[in-house]
Structure formats: C-alpha cells, structure tokens
C-alpha cells in the first residue's frame, strides 16, 4: 500500500470510525512508521511517516475491519502517583511522577497538589515546590510555589494541556530546600499528581 492508505468508509463495521481510538490502536500495535494525521474526503485517509511494512499493513487491516467506531469506554488516561512524607534533612523528600505516558490526542489537565511548610518563621528558610512537564523530551518548569512560614499551606495546580498523536508526556513534582545551607527546616508533606482527560 502506497502512504497515504485509504480505506472506504463501508471497511469499516459500523460505516464509521473513531479518529481518537484509531490513533491509540495504531499507535500500540504499528511500529514500522509513525501516525500523523487520519483523514476522510471520498476515502479515510491514514498517513505515516513513510511506507509501512507488509506486516503492519496486515494489522492495519484488521484494525480498520474490528474498529466498531465507538468511543473509549472508559477515559483513556487518569494516570495518579502520590506520596506521603514529612522530613528535615537532604535537599529533595517527595518527588512524585508520572512518566512516559502517550495520552490520546485531544485536551487534558494536570491536577498538581503538595503542602509546604517550615519549622521557623525567620524568613531565612523557604519550601519550594516545582511542577515540570517534559513533552517529547523537552522538560519545562510550569509551576512553583514557596511557603516561609511554621504552617503547612497547600499548593494547587491546575495545567491544561494539548496532545497530538504520538506526544510523549512525563509530570514531575518536586520539593526543595531553600536558604541556610546546613539544618534548614523546609518541610513537606503529601504530594499528588493527577492526569485527566478533559
């Protein structure tokens, strides 16, 4: 089959399709090329990154000939790590992440939440909290927070954020110590990271 591959909308079970669901089931089982973009005019339209081999060929077949066009029975990502722990010494206490996930295409939130507090309040002893997403291999810091004072106080993050097919995801939470170098109090408690599809 030439790139792009067209199928006739009638290959299709129930004479229709779901792009979201079709995109998730090449992405996981075709690995000779990559999905950019499915598309219908007179035909649907599946176009790769180059020709794929006979053999995804065949998959894709039987992909395109099972498709029941229906929608993901449940959402396709709501992806939680979290953590617990309260501590007064090293430089990072709760680290919380969730790696490597490649969402459906369509819009989604990140749901960020961590507590911060010190055992002083100085002002020369801050908790800080980062959240980084690193999409495609490209790590941003989104979000910070920072408490000073002898009272855990939360921080809530709320990221929305778009997927195109074959995005690659990793969120991280991260705490740090700042001011003195020796004994600081910076504390941390309970740290949540949530992915939802929205």
Known sequence: MMNP??????????DKYNAAVLTREIGDQISSADLLAITQNSSVQFLFTTDISAGDETILDD???????????SEPYEDISEQESNDDSGNEIVTVHIDDIMPYPGEYTVFAYQELATTTNDGTHISKG?????????KVERAEAHNDQ???????????????????????????????????????QRSRLSVKKT
Do not use: W, Y
């Open 150 to 188: 002898n009272l855990f106080q939360p921080m809530c993050l709320v990221f929305p954020f778009s997927v195109q097919a074959g995005d690659v995801f990793t969120f991280e939470m991260t705490f740090e110590r700042m001011g003195a170098d020796t004994g600081n109090p910076a504390r941390v």
């Open 5 to 14: 591959i067209e199928f006739d909308i009638t290959d299709f079970p129930n």
């Open 130 to 138: 980062r959240l980084h997403v690193t999409k495609n291999g490209n």
């Open 63 to 73: 992909i395109v000939s099972n498709h029941d066009g229906a929608d993901f029975t």
